[in-house]
């Protein structure tokens, strides 16, 4: 009997020591969790590019914008002034925003713009992510120059699933324009024609030495010989997918979009608008200085394009040559390389992927043609306007409230509810598609999800004026990719080629050029979640729809209340 008292009394000692450990631990992960002070000021300022002087809009007169960093489980208040001009709004692409669609930031879908003079402070939580993101600007086309990097570390005492790198840097890719960008948007919003093509690509805000007047100011990133360092990949380009290659090294590709995947080593990479990607190098080649360099991957048939190609400097330390080693890019339509490098792509994780599904949506994606009069308003192909549509609904942001505070706050005549689940019209959607199929409707339609519905989506290219590449981004989410491929989606033959061991964990995906990709997710976070196109001249155009996902039950499933200081229309 004795010897059971003292067996029960060690039993409970180990359950009470093993609950006291574990309150231990999470009271040091709630303790090491900070809250980051920012506040960012919208204003104009003088940037020289290109041998040209002009004003662009900054945040804080910084071009690029400042850095955020982080860790996991950290929380972000970031008060935003607005000196500038124009109305802004500022979106943190790839944070989930779980509860808070009030940050998320898209003009007139989570709240109206700040407009010139007033104020607003995004609050919110990373929850259980890492990696690169980052923040621009979401209101008319102001991201071109209104944009920087969020780089979001792990939790302390949590390494990288990599060999920890030597340095990081982050890499952003952007496109300028001579011309004040504002001023582009309103000519292409007027005339109905795409608008005119960019003047130069950029590395860190700098086009490089291949261009006039830039070679004294071209980015530099000093190594020494034999480390390694992680570079932090954005491309951050208004209209682009860029190609991205390091002269003569090899990187070995680690993360995208703020998810890990299994590394594996390319020559080139290619990023489409608003993706990130983390890459390793070592600095193994001869000492030396090699040109970094990006350039487009432009796949829309006949459609005019900046063709030019943004360099920055490899410089190992105390080497002084006059020229770079040059790199070799692939050639402007290199289907064939994007496809093979999307298809290393694999999650470092497996067995994720759910195969019950509760909503089964065919969203087509493409271009659209507006019939109208002959005159400088209809300066389009053969006297048309350009659109561009999602299942042939071209979506028309609201303009006296936003989306969000329509459903919040249960406003009528905002928007419906009825974005159609499947095309309103099967067609040979990348085939010879009938001109009785060219002109959208044009309307404010959401799909509505219930909180917890395990959602698939085929996105599916058409060749309606072109077939082309389409960089798909879904707000407060991340999906897995489980395929892709060309032509028509046939559900009898591509489903049983999915990946649902290892898919990559994206929040913006790129659709192939005449082709399609299917994204598969679980709606856990209510609110309302913009899906658009990143070439911001097609959501212009209409490429665009969002989902209105419901609450669930109780306070963690459920919209936070508005924040008091929310702008108003």
């Not at 000692?13 to 809250?35: D, G, K, R």
């Not at 980051?36 to 290109?50: D, I, N, S, T």
């Not at 419906?416 to 010879?432: E, I, K, L």
Request: charged letters at 15%.
């Amino acid at each position: 009997m004795a010897l059971l008292n003292v067996i029960t009394t060690m039993q409970q000692c180990n359950i009470h020591c093993f609950a006291i450990f574990v309150a231990m631990i999470l009271s040091l992960s709630f303790a090491s969790a900070e809250t980051h002070y920012h506040q960012f000021v919208v204003e104009a300022a003088p940037v020289k590019r290109l041998c040209k002087t002009r004003n662009i809009i900054t945040v804080n007169g910084q071009f690029p914008g400042p850095t955020l960093e982080a860790r996991d489980g950290d929380s972000f208040v970031i008060n935003v002034i607005n000196a500038a001009r124009y109305n802004v709004t500022l979106h943190w692409h790839g944070i989930r925003q779980m509860r808070t669609p009030w940050a998320d930031g898209p003009e007139y879908v989570t709240q109206c713009p700040i407009q010139p003079g007033a104020s607003y402070t995004y609050r919110f939580k990373i929850e259980n992510q890492e990696g690169t993101l980052w923040w621009h600007a979401h209101s008319k086309w102001l991201r071109a120059t209104v944009y920087g990097a969020l780089v979001i570390y792990p939790k302390l005492g949590v390494p990288y699933p990599f060999p920890m790198p030597e340095r990081e840097i982050p890499i952003l890719l952007g496109e300028w324009w001579d011309r004040d960008i504002i001023s582009v948007l309103r000519q292409s919003k007027f005339t109905g024609a795409a608008p005119n093509v960019s003047d130069a690509y950029t590395i860190n805000g700098q086009p490089g030495d291949l261009y006039r007047c830039s070679k004294k100011e071209t980015t530099k990133i000093n190594v020494k010989s034999g480390e390694t360092v992680l570079l932090r990949i954005i491309n951050a380009a208004l209209d682009q997918e860029l190609f991205f290659t390091v002269a003569n090294h090899m990187l070995t590709v680690v993360g995208n979009d703020a998810a890990y995947n299994k590394p594996f080593q390319t020559m080139v990479i290619m990023l489409g608008p608003g993706q990130t990607t983390n890459v390793l190098l070592t600095a193994n080649q001869p000492t030396g200085r090699y040109y970094i360099a990006a350039r487009t991957y432009a796949t829309a048939q006949n459609a005019p394009f900046d063709n030019t190609t943004t360099t920055a400097i490899l410089e190992y330390d105390n080497f002084l040559a006059k020229r770079p080693l040059m790199a070799t890019l692939p050639r402007f339509n290199d289907t064939p390389t994007v496809t093979a490098y999307t298809s290393q792509v694999r999650s470092l994780s497996s067995g994720k992927v759910f195969t019950r599904i509760d909503e089964n949506l065919f969203f087509t994606v493409g271009l659209g043609l507006v019939n109208c009069q002959p005159g400088p308003r209809c300066q389009g192909p053969n006297n048309t306007r350009f659109a561009a549509s999602m299942n042939n609904v071209s979506f028309v942001f609201p303009r006296r409230t936003s989306l969000l505070q329509a459903y919040y706050q249960n406003i009528g005549g905002v928007y419906t509810t009825d974005f159609p689940r499947v095309p309103p019209v099967a067609f040979d959607y990348t085939g010879n598609v009938s001109r009785g199929l060219w002109q959208p409707r044009f309307g404010t339609k959401l799909y509505k999800l219930r909180f917890g519905s395990n959602v698939q989506i085929v996105l599916q290219d058409t060749a309606i004026v072109s077939t082309e590449d389409h960089p798909m981004h879904l707000h407060g989410y991340h999906f897995f990719v489980v395929g892709q491929g060309f032509g028509n989606f046939n559900p009898r033959r591509d489903t049983a080629r999915f990946n649902l061991v290892d898919p990559p964990l994206r929040n913006t995906i790129n659709v192939p050029v005449g082709g399609w990709a299917v994204i598969r997710f679980v709606a856990d976070n209510p609110g309302v979640w913009l899906m658009h196109c990143h070439i911001d001249s097609h959501l212009t155009w209409g490429l665009g729809m969002a989902f209105l996902v419901e609450n669930g039950i109780g306070e963690l499933q459920s919209v936070e209340a508005p924040p008091p200081d929310l702008p108003p229309c």
